[in-house]
T-cell receptor, first 114, second 114 residues
Framework: DGGITQSPKYLFRKEGQNVTLSCEQNLNHDAMYWYRQDPGQGLRLIYYSQIVNDFQKGDIAEGYSVSREKKESFPLTVTSAQKNPTAFYLC?????????????FGDGTRLSIL | AQSVTQPDIHITVSEGASLELRCNYSYGATPYLFWYVQSPGQGLQLLLKYFSGDTLVQGIKGFEAEFKRSQSSFNLRKPSVHWSDAAEYFCAVALSGGYNKLIFGAGTRLAVHP
């Protein structure tokens, strides 16, 4: 079955360390997204990519970086510049089109500070 | 600025009772509207969406939603709630402009009493 796979499910970061969250999809979707979810705040967009080798900042991109070298993969790096990284991170994908929105989500990665 | 408001942070209903979750949006043009459901520790699953046409839309799991332009609302309803419906529900609006960007409400957590 097609879907989005996020790994790991739980991740711990030490002070000053960069960590990378994996997101892989086999839905053949061109567009992919990273969201951050904090309690009581819904989802906020970190980065999105409409096509391979292209990506744009979302609303809260500071302290994060991404790459899109392959259609299936959109890894997110949480850098040491992100001072409050503890959150639930969700990856999503969709076919392009302004009215369709992300329709497929992974099961998330929960990141905590050691 | 575009925004989505879910006035109820937490709702408790008895199993078998009817349910209505409220959603109001602020957006100048005709919006594309979505409802998602999230079980604890999981990703989001699309319940239903409204693009145009009939203002009453049917979704999965017996849910429906009604778009009311005059009230800028897109409330989610279910005639008879099941214990398995306990989850968090998110309303979202898609912005136009050639790329997919969803604005999410803060969510409504639903508890179901047996």
């Amino acid at each position: 079955d097609g879907g989005i796979t996020q790994s790991p499910k739980y991740l711990f970061r030490k002070e000053g360390q960069n960590v990378t969250l994996s997101c892989e999809q086999n839905l053949n979707h061109d567009a992919m997204y990273w969201y951050r979810q904090d309690p009581g705040q819904g989802l906020r967009l970190i980065y999105y990519s409409q096509i391979v080798n292209d990506f744009q900042k979302g609303d809260i991109a500071e302290g994060y970086s991404v790459s899109r070298e392959k259609k299936e993969s959109f890894p997110l790096t949480v850098t040491s510049a992100q001072k409050n990284p503890t959150a639930f991170y969700l990856c999503a994908s969709s076919i392009p089109g302004g009215h369709l929105g992300p329709q497929h989500f992974g099961d998330g990665t929960r990141l905590s500070i050691l | 600025a575009q925004s989505v408001t879910q006035p109820d942070i937490h709702i408790t209903v008895s199993e078998g009772a009817s349910l209505e979750l409220r959603c109001n949006y602020s957006y100048g043009a005709t919006p594309y509207l979505f409802w998602y459901v999230q079980s604890p520790g999981q990703g989001l699953q699309l319940l239903l969406k409204y693009f145009s046409g009939d203002t009453l839309v049917q979704g999965i799991k017996g849910f429906e939603a009604e778009f009311k332009r005059s009230q800028s609302s897109f409330n989610l309803r279910k005639p008879s709630v099941h214990w398995s419906d306990a989850a968090e529900y998110f309303c979202a609006v898609a912005l136009s402009g050639g790329y997919n960007k969803l604005i999410f409400g803060a969510g409504t957590r639903l508890a179901v009493h047996p």
